[in-house]
């Protein structure tokens, strides 16, 4: 069975930047309903559909399959509805983990996130001085919810938790 344990961070400052220029990321979703999303994501040139099932915890199923880019180019197009989520990805080591830092473009343009896969709940996790405040069960800032709320609504309306991703304490 396909798991996925991740934390998720705000990002409060640009100490991790080099002059790596990261992979673009193109998603949107078939399905995302509060139990089940589908997915469809374009990476560079590499394409996936995904199904991921409800958090529970840092925990939630994970199927990842890698399909024509062509196809999910049309899937993307025809089936999933805008906005769609658009990022540019960064990978750096830090603390014997990869980091994925992602840099929201469109919609969520000025949000940052860094996240960490895991392979257990309870695995620690030594957080690198660029990240802020753990947002890893605050659904505000899942891929799907930023699809549905993006960023730029909460900076137009105010983000809720008075915070923003421009954090520069921790």
Not at 15 to 37: E, I
Not at 71 to 90: F, G
Not at 145 to 150: E, F, G, S, T, V
């Amino acid at each position: 069975m396909a798991r996925e344990i991740e934390r998720k961070y705000l990002v409060c400052n640009d100490s991790w930047r080099s002059d790596d220029d990261g992979v673009l990321y193109r998603q949107g979703y078939l399905k995302s309903d509060p139990a089940c999303l589908v997915r469809i994501r374009i990476c560079g040139e590499h394409a996936f559909l995904a199904v991921k099932s409800l958090l529970s915890g840092l925990t939630r199923l994970e199927y990842e399959y890698p399909i024509p880019r062509a196809d999910a180019e049309e899937m993307l197009e025809r089936l999933c509805p805008r906005p769609w989520i658009e990022k540019r990805r960064r990978r750096v080591r830090y603390g014997g983990l990869i980091w994925e830092i992602d840099e929201f473009l469109g919609d969520n343009e000025g949000l940052v996130l860094a996240e960490v896969e895991l392979e257990r709940e309870d695995q620690p996790v030594s957080e690198p001085p660029w990240t802020g405040r753990e947002v890893s069960t605050d659904s505000r800032y899942f891929n799907v919810n930023l699809a549905r709320n993006p960023y730029r609504t909460w900076k137009r309306y105010g983000d809720p938790s008075g915070e923003t991703a421009s954090r520069t304490d921790k």
